[in-house]
T-cell receptor, first 114, second 112 residues
Protein backbone atom coordinates (compact mmCIF):
# COMPACT_ATOMS: atom_id res chain seq x y z
CA UNK A 1 0.00 0.00 0.00
CA UNK A 2 1.43 3.43 -0.91
CA UNK A 3 2.40 5.63 2.00
CA UNK A 4 3.71 9.06 2.87
CA UNK A 5 7.27 8.89 4.16
CA UNK A 6 8.96 11.46 6.36
CA UNK A 7 12.56 11.97 7.35
CA UNK A 8 14.08 12.26 9.82
CA UNK A 9 11.87 10.63 12.44
CA UNK A 10 13.54 12.72 15.14
CA UNK A 11 15.34 16.05 14.87
CA UNK A 12 17.04 17.87 17.71
CA UNK A 13 18.20 21.42 17.13
CA UNK A 14 19.36 24.48 19.01
CA UNK A 15 17.14 27.51 19.26
CA UNK A 16 17.78 29.88 16.36
CA UNK A 17 18.96 27.17 13.99
CA UNK A 18 17.34 26.34 10.69
CA UNK A 19 15.74 22.95 10.16
CA UNK A 20 14.35 21.25 7.09
CA UNK A 21 11.82 18.48 7.44
CA UNK A 22 11.40 16.22 4.47
CA UNK A 23 8.46 14.34 3.06
CA UNK A 24 7.77 12.13 0.08
CA UNK A 25 4.02 12.23 -0.62
CA UNK A 26 2.16 9.44 -2.38
CA UNK A 27 3.20 9.62 -6.01
CA UNK A 28 -0.12 10.38 -7.74
CA UNK A 29 -1.38 12.78 -5.10
CA UNK A 30 -1.86 16.43 -5.98
CA UNK A 31 -2.35 18.17 -2.63
CA UNK A 32 0.27 18.34 0.08
CA UNK A 33 0.03 19.50 3.68
CA UNK A 34 1.97 20.09 6.82
CA UNK A 35 0.30 19.70 10.20
CA UNK A 36 1.82 19.78 13.64
CA UNK A 37 0.88 18.25 16.97
CA UNK A 38 2.24 19.58 20.23
CA UNK A 39 2.46 16.79 22.79
CA UNK A 40 -0.98 15.76 24.02
CA UNK A 41 -2.79 18.34 21.92
CA UNK A 42 -4.79 18.24 18.73
CA UNK A 43 -3.44 18.15 15.23
CA UNK A 44 -3.12 21.70 13.86
CA UNK A 45 -3.06 22.75 10.23
CA UNK A 46 -0.02 24.70 9.05
CA UNK A 47 -0.10 24.91 5.26
CA UNK A 48 -1.48 23.35 2.11
CA UNK A 49 0.25 23.23 -1.25
CA UNK A 50 -1.19 22.60 -4.69
CA UNK A 51 0.06 23.18 -8.20
CA UNK A 52 3.44 24.37 -6.92
CA UNK A 53 2.14 27.09 -4.67
CA UNK A 54 0.70 27.59 -1.21
CA UNK A 55 -3.08 27.35 -1.39
CA UNK A 56 -3.79 28.09 2.26
CA UNK A 57 -1.88 28.70 5.47
CA UNK A 58 -2.77 29.15 9.11
CA UNK A 59 -1.73 31.91 11.47
CA UNK A 60 0.91 29.54 12.84
CA UNK A 61 2.66 29.53 9.46
CA UNK A 62 4.47 32.86 9.78
CA UNK A 63 7.51 34.24 7.95
CA UNK A 64 9.77 31.75 9.73
CA UNK A 65 8.17 28.89 7.84
CA UNK A 66 8.43 28.03 4.18
CA UNK A 67 7.57 25.05 2.01
CA UNK A 68 9.04 23.81 -1.21
CA UNK A 69 8.61 21.03 -3.73
CA UNK A 70 12.17 20.98 -5.05
CA UNK A 71 11.60 18.08 -7.42
CA UNK A 72 8.83 15.74 -8.51
CA UNK A 73 8.82 13.69 -5.34
CA UNK A 74 9.90 15.66 -2.28
CA UNK A 75 7.98 18.20 -0.22
CA UNK A 76 9.87 20.09 2.47
CA UNK A 77 9.08 22.32 5.42
CA UNK A 78 11.77 24.78 6.48
CA UNK A 79 11.82 26.62 9.78
CA UNK A 80 14.29 29.46 9.41
CA UNK A 81 15.10 30.28 13.02
CA UNK A 82 13.63 27.76 15.43
CA UNK A 83 12.03 28.73 18.71
CA UNK A 84 11.38 26.60 21.77
CA UNK A 85 7.66 26.64 21.00
CA UNK A 86 8.31 25.03 17.62
CA UNK A 87 8.94 21.76 19.43
CA UNK A 88 6.24 19.40 18.18
CA UNK A 89 5.53 16.41 15.99
CA UNK A 90 5.28 17.58 12.39
CA UNK A 91 3.13 15.54 10.03
CA UNK A 92 3.18 15.66 6.29
CA UNK A 93 0.02 14.58 4.48
CA UNK A 94 -1.14 14.24 0.90
CA UNK A 95 -4.40 13.69 -0.93
CA UNK A 96 -5.38 13.03 -4.49
CA UNK A 97 -8.33 15.28 -5.11
CA UNK A 98 -10.64 17.97 -3.81
CA UNK A 99 -8.03 19.28 -1.42
CA UNK A 100 -9.14 17.91 1.92
CA UNK A 101 -10.64 14.48 1.48
CA UNK A 102 -8.92 11.25 2.38
CA UNK A 103 -5.70 12.69 3.68
CA UNK A 104 -2.87 10.22 4.08
CA UNK A 105 -0.46 11.13 6.86
CA UNK A 106 3.16 10.20 7.32
CA UNK A 107 4.53 8.95 10.64
CA UNK A 108 5.85 12.36 11.54
CA UNK A 109 9.08 14.08 12.52
CA UNK A 110 9.51 14.81 16.21
CA UNK A 111 11.25 18.18 16.40
CA UNK A 112 12.89 19.14 19.69
CA UNK A 113 14.23 22.67 20.01
CA UNK A 114 16.66 23.12 22.91
CA UNK B 1 -14.26 29.58 10.73
CA UNK B 2 -14.90 25.98 11.67
CA UNK B 3 -14.77 24.91 15.31
CA UNK B 4 -14.80 21.19 16.11
CA UNK B 5 -15.53 19.97 19.63
CA UNK B 6 -14.96 16.34 20.58
CA UNK B 7 -16.11 14.33 23.62
CA UNK B 8 -15.08 12.51 25.69
CA UNK B 9 -11.37 13.16 25.96
CA UNK B 10 -10.78 9.68 27.40
CA UNK B 11 -12.88 6.56 27.21
CA UNK B 12 -12.33 3.13 28.74
CA UNK B 13 -14.43 0.15 27.73
CA UNK B 14 -14.33 -3.57 28.35
CA UNK B 15 -13.36 -5.74 25.43
CA UNK B 16 -16.46 -6.64 23.47
CA UNK B 17 -18.42 -3.57 24.53
CA UNK B 18 -19.28 -0.66 22.24
CA UNK B 19 -17.60 2.74 22.21
CA UNK B 20 -19.13 6.00 21.05
CA UNK B 21 -17.27 9.24 20.44
CA UNK B 22 -19.11 12.44 19.58
CA UNK B 23 -18.18 15.61 17.74
CA UNK B 24 -19.94 18.87 17.01
CA UNK B 25 -19.03 21.38 14.33
CA UNK B 26 -19.94 25.00 13.80
CA UNK B 27 -19.87 25.63 10.04
CA UNK B 28 -23.17 24.57 8.49
CA UNK B 29 -21.49 24.58 5.07
CA UNK B 30 -19.19 21.69 6.07
CA UNK B 31 -20.01 18.62 4.00
CA UNK B 32 -17.31 16.07 4.77
CA UNK B 33 -16.59 14.43 8.13
CA UNK B 34 -13.71 12.00 8.55
CA UNK B 35 -12.48 10.06 11.56
CA UNK B 36 -8.81 9.35 12.08
CA UNK B 37 -7.13 6.80 14.35
CA UNK B 38 -3.69 7.56 15.73
CA UNK B 39 -1.66 4.76 17.25
CA UNK B 40 1.34 5.44 19.43
CA UNK B 41 4.25 6.83 17.43
CA UNK B 42 2.33 6.99 14.17
CA UNK B 43 0.50 9.57 12.13
CA UNK B 44 -3.31 9.74 12.01
CA UNK B 45 -4.87 7.17 9.70
CA UNK B 46 -8.27 7.63 8.08
CA UNK B 47 -10.67 4.91 9.26
CA UNK B 48 -14.03 6.12 7.98
CA UNK B 49 -15.59 9.24 6.52
CA UNK B 50 -19.06 10.46 5.67
CA UNK B 51 -20.48 13.08 3.37
CA UNK B 52 -23.37 15.30 4.28
CA UNK B 53 -25.77 13.65 1.84
CA UNK B 54 -26.04 10.52 4.00
CA UNK B 55 -26.91 10.00 7.63
CA UNK B 56 -24.94 6.86 8.39
CA UNK B 57 -22.08 4.82 7.02
CA UNK B 58 -20.77 1.45 8.20
CA UNK B 59 -17.58 -0.45 7.66
CA UNK B 60 -17.50 -3.74 9.55
CA UNK B 61 -17.29 -2.87 13.26
CA UNK B 62 -17.15 0.88 12.82
CA UNK B 63 -19.89 3.29 11.84
CA UNK B 64 -20.35 7.02 11.64
CA UNK B 65 -23.65 8.85 12.02
CA UNK B 66 -24.33 12.43 11.01
CA UNK B 67 -27.03 14.82 12.15
CA UNK B 68 -26.76 17.91 9.97
CA UNK B 69 -29.56 19.74 11.72
CA UNK B 70 -27.85 19.46 15.07
CA UNK B 71 -24.37 19.73 13.51
CA UNK B 72 -22.96 16.68 15.19
CA UNK B 73 -21.47 13.39 14.09
CA UNK B 74 -20.45 10.31 16.02
CA UNK B 75 -18.12 7.34 15.71
CA UNK B 76 -19.43 3.98 16.87
CA UNK B 77 -17.15 0.99 17.41
CA UNK B 78 -18.86 -2.29 18.21
CA UNK B 79 -17.32 -5.46 19.68
CA UNK B 80 -14.23 -3.54 20.71
CA UNK B 81 -10.86 -5.29 20.73
CA UNK B 82 -7.59 -4.35 22.43
CA UNK B 83 -6.16 -3.25 19.07
CA UNK B 84 -8.83 -0.57 18.90
CA UNK B 85 -6.97 1.22 21.71
CA UNK B 86 -5.69 4.48 20.21
CA UNK B 87 -6.46 8.19 19.99
CA UNK B 88 -9.35 8.99 17.68
CA UNK B 89 -9.81 12.37 16.01
CA UNK B 90 -12.82 13.76 14.24
CA UNK B 91 -12.39 16.52 11.67
CA UNK B 92 -14.30 18.86 9.39
CA UNK B 93 -13.25 21.23 6.64
CA UNK B 94 -12.46 24.76 7.76
CA UNK B 95 -14.77 26.26 5.17
CA UNK B 96 -15.69 25.01 1.75
CA UNK B 97 -12.78 23.37 0.05
CA UNK B 98 -10.14 24.10 2.65
CA UNK B 99 -8.06 22.00 5.00
CA UNK B 100 -9.36 19.95 7.88
CA UNK B 101 -9.84 21.22 11.41
CA UNK B 102 -9.37 18.45 13.94
CA UNK B 103 -11.03 17.84 17.27
CA UNK B 104 -8.88 17.47 20.38
CA UNK B 105 -8.97 13.70 20.25
CA UNK B 106 -10.35 10.86 22.36
CA UNK B 107 -8.01 8.36 23.96
CA UNK B 108 -9.81 5.02 23.81
CA UNK B 109 -8.61 2.19 26.03
CA UNK B 110 -10.07 -1.26 25.50
CA UNK B 111 -9.52 -3.40 28.56
CA UNK B 112 -9.11 -7.11 27.98
Amino acid sequence: EPEVTQTPSHQVTQMGQEVILRCVPISNHLYFYWYRQILGQKVEFLVSFYNNEISEKSEIFDDQFSVERPDGSNFTLKIRSTKLEDSAMYFCASSYGTGYEKLFFGSGTQLSVL
Amino acid sequence: GENVEQHPSTLSVQEGDSAVIKCTYSDSASNYFPWYKQELGKGPQLIIDIRSNVGEKKDQRIAVTLNKTAKHFSLHITETQPEDSAVYFCAAPHSGNTPLVFGKGTRLSVIA
